[in-house]
Each structure stands twice: as structure tokens, then as C-alpha cells.
């Protein structure tokens, strides 16, 4: 029991004494500014890891698919898209709610559409799922549009290109002309604007002087070398 007491004894001498030592240190200016420099760097420190651990979080449900639509929208954009996807926009036009976009069967001129097919936002006509836009299907907004119409490129269009060798003024062309009728300028392989100077210029039986412009556009940009 005494050697208890003298060891108590001493653990507190020796802790009143670091305290001494401890207030006589910070009481010179230079040692002071120094700790608190220290404990500064310690509480930044401390705020970066709880950062970088919500940064982890966040990262690790992105990559699991937990809301997509972020997902997209913070990956990195590839520029050559970006002008293909702002020529598309352009030529396309935005509209929030299904509207009728061509017709499931041929059509002779005066006789009307008895099953017409719908598009909706960007002129696309499917859904990233393969659905296809129906007419009663709720409106989007301008970004969800944007959203169906990189995944028509994905799927539907840039695989019809695989493999060919295209400047950037052929391939936006290329892109808009299959994009907007599900054909592809390509002859034996290789791209040929003769398929685009002979695409359709009518809608739904009937001459259209907006795909008669569209053409030419796509023509001029698939001559203008860059």
C-alpha cells in the first residue's frame, strides 16, 4: 500500500512538472505560434480525410449504379462527341412530350398514317432500354433528353461505323444522317457522301423542306475538309 501512494505521489509530481515545462514552452511567442501551427495542420488534416472519405462514398456508389444520371453527367466529355451531339441537338429541336415521328408502314402519297411511331426529346424513338417511346409516356426534361439521345448514338448509331476510318466533319455528318433515318452513308465499307445526297427528303409520304435542308447541311459538312 506505501509503494502505491509513492508511485501515485510520483505520477503526479511528474505530470504538475511536463504541465510546467509544457506552459513555460508555450509562453515564448516563437513556441506558441509553432503549436499552434501544429494543431492547425492536425484539424486541416482531419478535414481533408473525412473529405476524402465522403469523396470514397461517393465514388463507390457511383460505380455501383446508384443514380446513373450523375454518373453520366460527371464523366469526362469526349470533344468529338460534344460537336457531333450539339450539331444533333441543333438539327433535331427538343420536345418534352412524345410526338408522331414516321409511320410503322409505307406510305402513299395522300393516304395517312394508321400506326405512326413516336420520339421523343431529341428525335430519339428508344429508350436506353430498347422500348420504344410510346405516346402516352410522360414528359422529360431537357436533360433526360440529352440522356436518351447519347444512348441512341451508343447503341443504335456509332456501331454502324465501327471500324471505318472517318474525319470529324464525315462522322458528325455520318452520325446525323443514320440518327435522324436508320440508314448509314457507307458504300462497300467506306463512307460515300452519295448516300446522304440521295437520303429522304420527305416525311411521311409528303416533300419536307426542313430534311431537304438537313441533307444539305450533312452534305457540307461531310465535303468541308477539317
Known amino acids: 500500500m506505501r509503494n502505491y501512494e509513492r508511485a501515485k505521489n510520483f505520477a503526479t509530481m511528474a505530470f504538475c ?13 516563437r513556441n506558441g505560434r509553432r503549436f499552434g501551427a501544429w494543431v492547425n495542420s492536425w484539424t486541416e488534416s482531419a478535414e481533408e480525410r473525412a473529405a476524402e472519405r465522403r469523396h470514397q462514398i461517393i465514388r463507390q456508389r457511383l460505380d455501383e449504379g446508384f ?8 464523366a469526362p466529355r469526349d470533344p468529338e462527341m460534344a460537336a457531333i451531339e450539339a450539331v444533333l441537338e441543333q438539327s433535331e429541336g427538343f420536345k418534352a412530350k412524345p410526338y408522331p ?6 406510305l402513299r402519297k395522300g393516304q395517312k398514317c ?33 440522356q436518351i439521345k447519347r444512348a441512341h448514338i451508343r447503341q443504335r448509331v456509332a456501331p454502324r461505323y465501327k471500324g471505318v476510318r472517318l474525319t470529324l466533319n464525315e462522322r458528325t455528318a455520318a452520325y446525323s444522317f443514320t440518327y435522324n433515318t436508320g440508314r448509314v452513308a457507307l458504300k462497300n465499307g467506306r463512307f460515300s ?4 445526297a440521295g437520303g429522304p427528303v420527305g416525311f411521311n409520304g409528303e416533300y419536307s423542306a426542313a430534311l431537304e435542308q438537313r441533307r444539305l447541311m450533312e452534305l457540307t459538312l461531310a465535303l468541308t475538309k477539317d
Open 193 to 196: 457522301e452519295h448516300k446522304i
Open 17 to 29: 512538472t511536463l504541465l510546467i515545462c509544457c506552459g513555460v514552452w508555450l509562453s515564448n511567442e
Open 101 to 106: 415521328d414516321g409511320c410503322h408502314h409505307k
Open 114 to 146: 394508321r400506326a405512326p411511331k413516336y420520339s421523343i426529346g431529341f428525335g430519339s424513338q428508344f429508350y436506353e432500354d430498347d422500348r420504344r417511346v410510346a405516346k402516352n409516356d410522360p414528359a422529360i426534361t431537357r436533360e433526360r433528353g440529352k
Open 67 to 74: 443514380r446513373a444520371e450523375y454518373k453520366e453527367a460527371l
